[in-house]
């Protein structure tokens, strides 16, 4: 079956501009991840889905962090404006079900300038 | 919440030597321990899990052990290969409003020299 997609592969962007990340999950997959992954560490969760409802934000920094998956399928991460502290990878997940496990996709590698 | 700390950091050895990782985790409530490999460039990729209700589990040269009164897990890697050369992560659930959310550690970066 196919994996998790996920697009653009890298991007660079300029401090303060705004940039937005895709992924579509594996078919059938309920449940959608975020994670950042800042070089040298463990992803860490930004925002969980279970269909197209949040399950978990805890840890997004909503002041310029929005994530969306409006027909429970695609979802789309975004960041307005952008921190150099934001460059990291930006990784998405997906499980049949939550409390499952998770199907990682190849991730973007964001650099903030 | 869960807190999840992960040894070595870096690990060399030599082709065939085997290789064994270690987590320990805070949350007792925590029932699943995921193991993943992550090469560069790429997402991590699940390998190997185990849930709270066995002790070990195997898969070909990989098993990962529980001992869920002393809260850690391992990871074994037998007869490494230089293809095993990777970071490699583990994780545990952090539990809140019903859902858990995964904790990872670290990584190991993980280095098989020929």
């Known amino acids: 079956e196919a994996g998790v997609a996920q697009s653009p592969r890298y991007k660079i962007i300029e401090k303060r501009q705004s940039v937005a990340f895709w992924c579509n999950p594996i078919s059938g997959h309920a449940t959608l991840y975020w994670y950042q992954q800042i070089l040298g560490q463990g992803p860490k969760l930004l925002i969980q889905?279970?269909?197209?409802?949040?399950?978990?934000d805890s840890q997004l920094p909503k002041d310029r962090f929005s994530a969306e998956r409006l027909k429970g399928v695609d979802s789309t991460l975004k960041i307005q404006p952008a921190k150099l502290e934001d460059s990291a990878v930006y990784l998405c997940?997906?499980?049949?079900?939550?409390?499952?496990?998770?199907?990682f996709g190849p991730g973007t590698r964001l650099t903030v300038t | 919440g869960e807190n999840v700390e992960q040894h070595p950091s870096t690990l060399s050895v030599q082709e065939g030597d085997s290789a064994v990782i270690k987590c320990t985790y805070s949350?007792?409530?925590?029932?699943?321990f995921p193991w993943y490999k992550q090469e560069l460039g790429k997402g991590p990729q699940l390998i190997i899990d185990i849930r709270s209700n066995v002790g070990e589990k195997k898969d070909q040269r990989i098993a990962v052990t529980l001992n869920k009164t002393a809260k850690h897990f391992s990871l074994h890697i037998t007869e490494t290969q230089p293809e095993d050369s990777a970071v490699y992560f583990c994780?545990?659930?952090?539990?809140?409003?019903?859902?858990?959310?995964?904790?990872f550690g670290a990584g190991t970066r993980l280095a098989v020299h020929p």
């Open positions: 889905f279970q269909n197209n409802g949040v399950v978990d």
């Open positions: 949350d007792s409530a925590s029932n699943y």
């Open positions: 997940a997906s499980s049949y079900r939550v409390n499952r496990e998770q199907y």
């Open positions: 994780a545990a659930p952090s539990f809140s409003g019903g859902y858990n959310k995964l904790i």
